[in-house]
């Protein structure tokens, strides 16, 4: 990849008695979306964090732009970690000129485009208030706002749509979508994959610190291959069970409750499982051949055990953040 | 340098805009105001003290005392009055006990027509030649009229005994005349008119002013940087700034804000002297009642203070801020920031050390102690001011020291604020301070 705006290459971080994030080497090309997923504990936001000059590496290199990583370039990066914060006693607008200057921005753009965002974001009338005094969405909002506010040419956002409503969350990303077309690019982390699947163009999966899938989603649902039905139940799932535990016909399957996405063994056919199923008296309302979703794809690569990373790890990656930055 | 300019901005409007400095801001003037004010309104109020003396003594000894207590005046705003209600009531020596007993069940009675009296003051012969004399009244709390009351006796005392060794009172009454030793305080090669009362004041005033300012705007910089730890904002901050540039951002903030309100402070208090005059005249007092014990403030007694302030406050918040980073929550500070704490308050006390001898040679020597250089260097400057050397080697030691707390403190605020969990321990922080 010629044009990465970001690039890691072998990166390690430990922390006291564990290792976060193990030779990790990526890059993220210039435009578009790209999505960084894993379980909680996998080392997303460790990386992220690396890559924003929080916390620096203890082996590998990050380049920015062509350049070694440094603070210098922050002007160019808008960050929302995974943790918010904001100063409770500021003035909402205040604010956002505030971290607007630590970005570079002369107090009256930084202030002009304040105002412009809490006009589009609905919170207007919000920008003389304190900060405290919003709601947890809202100040979720505000801190987006921060993020974009100075136009940077890399946004790094570490969860975002978490805890927020499904209104709030369409919201942000038409702003993400917005953010892409205009050849900005966007590096996001998240552990849900049907997010990624849905806004990403390029994705890295990373499980217990290491890469584990890379590449297009395109590019790496037809290299997973294999052929994936898509089933929705109305009735009768016992009969589908029995249906589905042959091994002739299926390889494996994803039971969700009301759905499931099933793999089918080599050499069958979709129009054999159709035909058992409706023989067995299953009631469908889908039945669709697709490919494998990015979550079938993570669990056959990392097994279903990594999903759920153990807790010790995922809690000390949070808790010992002994740093020398 | 624009970005800093952008924290030392924040820091300083969001806390000029809290309701705590304004109250603050106000308080302070009003306190001093009061001060001024309330001695006055005070004295006003003062009755006389109403003494009967209880005179078992022989000869002229009884009246003598009367006299001279009827003579005092009490210095009260307008026109004097008496100190002391007398009446002199003669025993015999046998039942000076039982009268004085009769006595003292109405002592202290209130009441408008016949309110009982203050005190007694018991005098026998045997008081002449020992000098022991009782006195037994409700006000013997009162170091104010104890005082005074002493001071009275001893020239009756002393007549009485020469009176009885044969000396002609009339000889010996101008011979006892009081002697007054005037203080004048000489400043730069002149006469200040100051009297030496007003150098201590002073130097209370400076020394108090120095501790509470390092001590509340210092708590603010630590407090200020767990908050932002807990709220998390720290990430975001450390992404744009490096520590240096939010250390001293925060620092200079907090600093500019403990400088506008002991500005404020300092304005009040020079204005109350400058007019002391026409303001004690607005409460019916006189010119002397006014001549109270207030200093003047030399321009560059006015430099040195706010300088030295302003070094003190750098090494102390950058210590403050280092205890900050190394917490998790504000109840966690509380015992963490001891250490800086008692550093500030044993400046406090040297300057009680300091009252004794200012220019002796302990003085010079804490001079150049960075932790206490800032209240020792402002208040010697006001006994005197010191030699341009003495001062720059000073300030230079307290630079030096402030380079070096700076050094310190940006090494464990660097690892500190991003470091949440467990407190950190002594050795965690000295891990801290030596990695690169």
């Given at each position: 990849m010629q044009d990465a705006i970001l690039r890691l290459d072998g990166v390690v971080k430990r922390f006291a008695g564990h290792t976060a994030v193990r030779g990790l080497t990526l890059a993220v090309p210039r435009g578009g979306i790209f999505g960084l997923l894993g379980p909680n504990g996998a080392g997303k936001t460790t990386s992220i964090r690396m890559i924003m000059?929080?916390?620096?590496?203890?082996?590998?290199?990050?380049t920015l732009f062509g350049e070694p990583a440094s603070r210098e370039l922050s002007a160019r990066i808008g960050f929302l970690p995974e943790e918010r914060g904001l100063y409770k006693k500021m003035e909402v607008l205040d604010h956002l000129v505030f971290l607007g200057e630590t970005k570079g921005l002369t107090r009256h753009d930084a202030r002009t485009r304040g105002s412009r965002w809490l006009e589009r974001l609905g919170l207007r009338d919000w920008e003389k208030r304190k900060v405290e005094d919003l709601s947890k969405g809202m100040q979720q909002k505000v801190q987006f706002i921060s993020t974009v506010l100075h136009e940077p040419e890399l946004v790094v956002l570490d969860e975002p749509f978490s805890g927020l409503d499904p209104v709030n969350s369409r919201e942000m990303k038409n702003i993400v979508l917005e953010i892409a077309r205009e050849g900005r690019t966007v590096l996001f982390s998240t552990h849900i994959m049907e997010q990624a699947e849905q806004m990403c163009e390029r994705i890295v999966i990373i499980a217990r610190g290491e890469k584990v899938v890379d590449g297009a989603v395109a590019d790496v649902k037809r290299e997973f291959g294999g052929q994936f039905v898509a089933l929705t139940f109305t009735r009768n799932k016992e009969a589908a069970r029995r249906v589905l535990a042959d091994r002739t016909l299926v390889a494996r399957v994803e039971d969700y409750g009301a759905t499931a996405e099933v793999e089918l063994a080599a050499g069958a056919?979709?129009?054999?499982?159709?035909l058992a199923l409706v023989t067995a008296g299953v009631g469908l309302s889908r039945f669709e051949v697709v490919e494998a979703s990015l979550?079938?794809?993570?669990?056959?690569?990392?097994?279903?055990?990594?999903?759920?990373?153990?807790?010790?790890?995922?809690t000390q990656a949070r808790r010992s953040e002994v740093v020398h930055a | 340098m624009r970005k800093v300019l952008a924290v030392v901005r924040r820091e300083f409007v969001t806390r000029v805009h809290t309701r705590a400095f304004l109250i603050g801001t106000i308080l302070g003037p009003l306190l001093m105001g009061g001060m001024f004010v309330m001695p006055i309104l005070l004295s006003r109020q003062t009755q006389p003290r109403r003494i009967v003396i209880l005179d078992g003594a022989s000869g002229s000894f009884g009246a003598r005392v009367e006299r001279r207590l009827s003579a005092e005046m009490r210095d009260t705003v307008g026109a004097a009055r008496p100190r002391y209600d007398v009446r002199r009531v003669a025993t015999e020596p046998g039942r000076l006990a039982a009268v004085r007993d009769s006595l003292v069940a109405l002592t202290g009675r209130a009441g408008a027509e016949a309110p009982g009296p203050h005190g007694i003051l018991v005098l026998t012969d045997s008081a002449v030649a020992t000098g022991r004399l009782q006195y037994v009244g409700t006000n013997v709390g009162s170091p104010g009229d104890m005082g005074a009351l002493q001071r009275s006796l001893g020239d009756p005392v002393r007549l009485e005994r020469l009176a009885r060794a044969g000396?002609?009172?009339?000889?010996?009454?101008?011979?006892?005349g009081p002697i007054r030793l005037s203080t004048l305080k000489v400043s730069e090669g002149r006469v200040t008119g100051e009297s030496g009362g007003s150098s201590f004041a002073l130097a209370y005033i400076m020394s108090f002013m120095l501790y509470f300012a390092l001590l509340i705007y210092g708590m603010q910089v630590m407090t200020s940087v767990v908050e932002e730890k807990s709220s998390r904002i720290m990430e975001v901050l450390v992404s744009s700034l490096s520590p240096f540039e939010m250390l001293l951002g925060k620092v200079v903030g907090v600093g500019a804000v403990a400088l506008l309100q002991l500005a404020i402070w300092a304005g009040t208090a020079m204005l109350l002297t400058t007019f002391r005059v026409q303001i004690a005249g607005l409460f019916g007092a006189s010119p002397t009642a006014?001549?109270?014990?207030?200093?003047?403030?030399?321009?560059?007694?006015?430099l040195v203070f706010i300088v030295f302030f302003a070094l003190g406050f750098l090494f102390y918040a950058a210590a403050y801020a280092a205890v900050g980073s190394m917490c998790n929550s504000v109840q966690e500070t509380q015992q963490a920031q001891v250490p800086v704490t008692l550093f500030i308050a044993a400046g406090l006390l040297t300057m009680f050390t300091l009252l004794g001898d200012p220019s002796s040679g302990l003085a010079r020597v804490l001079g150049l102690v960075p932790f206490v250089a800032p209240f020792v260097t402002p208040v010697r400057y006001s006994f005197a001011p010191l030699p341009l050397v003495e001062l720059l080697a000073s300030a230079a030691a307290m630079i030096a020291g402030v380079i070096a707390v700076v050094w310190v403190a940006a090494r464990i605020y660097r690892v500190g604020i991003l470091s949440y969990g467990k407190k950190a321990s002594l050795a965690d922080v000295f891990r801290w301070v030596r990695t690169a």
């Amino acid at each position: 990849m010629q044009d990465a705006i970001l690039r890691l290459d072998g990166v390690v971080k430990r922390f006291a008695g564990h290792t976060a994030v193990r030779g990790l080497t990526l890059a993220v090309p210039r435009g578009g979306i790209f999505g960084l997923l894993g379980p909680n504990g996998a080392g997303k936001t460790t990386s992220i964090r690396m890559i924003m000059n929080v916390i620096t590496p203890d082996e590998g290199t990050i380049t920015l732009f062509g350049e070694p990583a440094s603070r210098e370039l922050s002007a160019r990066i808008g960050f929302l970690p995974e943790e918010r914060g904001l100063y409770k006693k500021m003035e909402v607008l205040d604010h956002l000129v505030f971290l607007g200057e630590t970005k570079g921005l002369t107090r009256h753009d930084a202030r002009t485009r304040g105002s412009r965002w809490l006009e589009r974001l609905g919170l207007r009338d919000w920008e003389k208030r304190k900060v405290e005094d919003l709601s947890k969405g809202m100040q979720q909002k505000v801190q987006f706002i921060s993020t974009v506010l100075h136009e940077p040419e890399l946004v790094v956002l570490d969860e975002p749509f978490s805890g927020l409503d499904p209104v709030n969350s369409r919201e942000m990303k038409n702003i993400v979508l917005e953010i892409a077309r205009e050849g900005r690019t966007v590096l996001f982390s998240t552990h849900i994959m049907e997010q990624a699947e849905q806004m990403c163009e390029r994705i890295v999966i990373i499980a217990r610190g290491e890469k584990v899938v890379d590449g297009a989603v395109a590019d790496v649902k037809r290299e997973f291959g294999g052929q994936f039905v898509a089933l929705t139940f109305t009735r009768n799932k016992e009969a589908a069970r029995r249906v589905l535990a042959d091994r002739t016909l299926v390889a494996r399957v994803e039971d969700y409750g009301a759905t499931a996405e099933v793999e089918l063994a080599a050499g069958a056919e979709g129009e054999r499982l159709l035909l058992a199923l409706v023989t067995a008296g299953v009631g469908l309302s889908r039945f669709e051949v697709v490919e494998a979703s990015l979550h079938s794809i993570f669990i056959a690569k990392v097994g279903a055990e990594a999903a759920v990373a153990p807790a010790s790890e995922a809690t000390q990656a949070r808790r010992s953040e002994v740093v020398h930055a | 340098m624009r970005k800093v300019l952008a924290v030392v901005r924040r820091e300083f409007v969001t806390r000029v805009h809290t309701r705590a400095f304004l109250i603050g801001t106000i308080l302070g003037p009003l306190l001093m105001g009061g001060m001024f004010v309330m001695p006055i309104l005070l004295s006003r109020q003062t009755q006389p003290r109403r003494i009967v003396i209880l005179d078992g003594a022989s000869g002229s000894f009884g009246a003598r005392v009367e006299r001279r207590l009827s003579a005092e005046m009490r210095d009260t705003v307008g026109a004097a009055r008496p100190r002391y209600d007398v009446r002199r009531v003669a025993t015999e020596p046998g039942r000076l006990a039982a009268v004085r007993d009769s006595l003292v069940a109405l002592t202290g009675r209130a009441g408008a027509e016949a309110p009982g009296p203050h005190g007694i003051l018991v005098l026998t012969d045997s008081a002449v030649a020992t000098g022991r004399l009782q006195y037994v009244g409700t006000n013997v709390g009162s170091p104010g009229d104890m005082g005074a009351l002493q001071r009275s006796l001893g020239d009756p005392v002393r007549l009485e005994r020469l009176a009885r060794a044969g000396v002609d009172p009339a000889i010996a009454l101008p011979a006892m005349g009081p002697i007054r030793l005037s203080t004048l305080k000489v400043s730069e090669g002149r006469v200040t008119g100051e009297s030496g009362g007003s150098s201590f004041a002073l130097a209370y005033i400076m020394s108090f002013m120095l501790y509470f300012a390092l001590l509340i705007y210092g708590m603010q910089v630590m407090t200020s940087v767990v908050e932002e730890k807990s709220s998390r904002i720290m990430e975001v901050l450390v992404s744009s700034l490096s520590p240096f540039e939010m250390l001293l951002g925060k620092v200079v903030g907090v600093g500019a804000v403990a400088l506008l309100q002991l500005a404020i402070w300092a304005g009040t208090a020079m204005l109350l002297t400058t007019f002391r005059v026409q303001i004690a005249g607005l409460f019916g007092a006189s010119p002397t009642a006014a001549a109270l014990p207030l200093p003047t403030v030399s321009p560059a007694l006015f430099l040195v203070f706010i300088v030295f302030f302003a070094l003190g406050f750098l090494f102390y918040a950058a210590a403050y801020a280092a205890v900050g980073s190394m917490c998790n929550s504000v109840q966690e500070t509380q015992q963490a920031q001891v250490p800086v704490t008692l550093f500030i308050a044993a400046g406090l006390l040297t300057m009680f050390t300091l009252l004794g001898d200012p220019s002796s040679g302990l003085a010079r020597v804490l001079g150049l102690v960075p932790f206490v250089a800032p209240f020792v260097t402002p208040v010697r400057y006001s006994f005197a001011p010191l030699p341009l050397v003495e001062l720059l080697a000073s300030a230079a030691a307290m630079i030096a020291g402030v380079i070096a707390v700076v050094w310190v403190a940006a090494r464990i605020y660097r690892v500190g604020i991003l470091s949440y969990g467990k407190k950190a321990s002594l050795a965690d922080v000295f891990r801290w301070v030596r990695t690169a």
